[in-house]
């Protein structure tokens, strides 16, 4: 039995979830990271039910706020890897200033996002990037909102790794998930997923129609170019590795946690804490 496994799921039968978490495990276990050297960090939503499935380190945050709590347990920790999973909504509605600034920071985290188009723990909401024009089972109406659109985003915002991928393409989901862990600084790995009870626009089968495996050709290494591909206005969805360099992660940089082990195997100067909080007295 997986080492991974913990518990069973309360997911929908034939939710993406599903095959985001069994690539997760596989994708663990096959780079040999130990369970207590791993750290899953969610939000609020079913994506954000994935660590509890799983034997590891995990935070649950607020709505939006898991990413903070990852960057401070990779800044304190550094040996610990640490993976977030996280929805639309939670990453880029609710989340959407934190995503920006830890794209900033580029501290050595990896972020999933479960991108189903919708709010599925409230029953189908629309969600940041809910497609224009369209009806689900609250929104009864056309859509009015421009879609949220996160690569283009994080490549504008100056993000280090940036790779979309599809929960029905298992082979090609594990290799993104490979790249984005072992990439040092933030990873953002959008993956496309259906949500089968309230989405009935991106289903599974539309995106095993849409869906395109990014040319090997395509120079990751061209903001400009990965930039472009991500604003191409079209019914094809590329995915793959948009864009990637090696920027010097945060902790490379800051003088204090380049400076020596990790910061929890110091020793803690309890007078100098003392004293620091007694000025604000």
Not at 38 to 63: D, R
Not at 136 to 154: E, G, W
Not at 256 to 271: F, H, K, Q
Request: net charge negative; proline share 4%; hydrophobic share 40%.
């Amino acid at each position: 039995m997986s080492t991974y496994i913990k518990h069973e799921t309360a997911w929908c039968p034939g939710c993406g979830n599903f095959m985001i978490l069994d690539t997760l495990k596989s994708v663990l276990e096959d780079l040999d990271l130990p369970n207590d050297q791993v750290l899953l960090a969610a939000g609020i939503g079913q994506a954000a039910k994935t660590p509890q499935y799983l034997n590891a380190n995990s935070f649950c945050g607020l709505h939006g706020r898991s990413l903070p709590a990852a960057q401070a347990a990779k800044m304190a920790n550094d040996d610990l890897t640490v993976i977030i999973d996280t929805g639309d909504g939670d990453s880029y509605g609710e989340g959407g200033n934190h995503f920006l600034h830890a794209i900033r920071r580029n501290v050595d985290i990896t972020h999933f996002v479960h991108d189903n188009r919708i709010y599925g723990l409230t029953k189908g909401q629309i969600s940041p990037t809910t497609d224009a024009c369209t009806e689900h089972s609250v929104n009864k109406v056309c859509n009015l909102n421009t879609p949220f659109n996160p690569l283009a985003i994080a490549l504008s915002a100056g993000a280090t790794f940036v790779a979309r991928s599809f929960s029905g393409n298992k082979e090609h989901l594990a290799e993104m998930m490979k790249r984005a862990i072992r990439h040092k600084g933030y990873a953002l790995l959008d993956i496309l997923q259906p949500c089968v009870s309230f989405n009935k626009v991106n289903t599974f089968k539309y995106y095993k129609e849409h869906v395109d495996i990014l040319d090997e050709n395509h120079p990751t290494d061209d903001r400009m170019a990965a930039l472009e591909l991500a604003l191409t206005n079209s019914d094809r969805i590329p995915i793959g590795v948009f864009y990637e360099n090696n920027h010097p992660a945060f902790a490379e940089t800051h003088s204090v946690l380049s400076a020596g082990p990790a910061l929890v195997d110091r020793e803690t100067d309890l007078e100098g804490i003392t004293a620091l909080m007694n000025a604000f007295v």
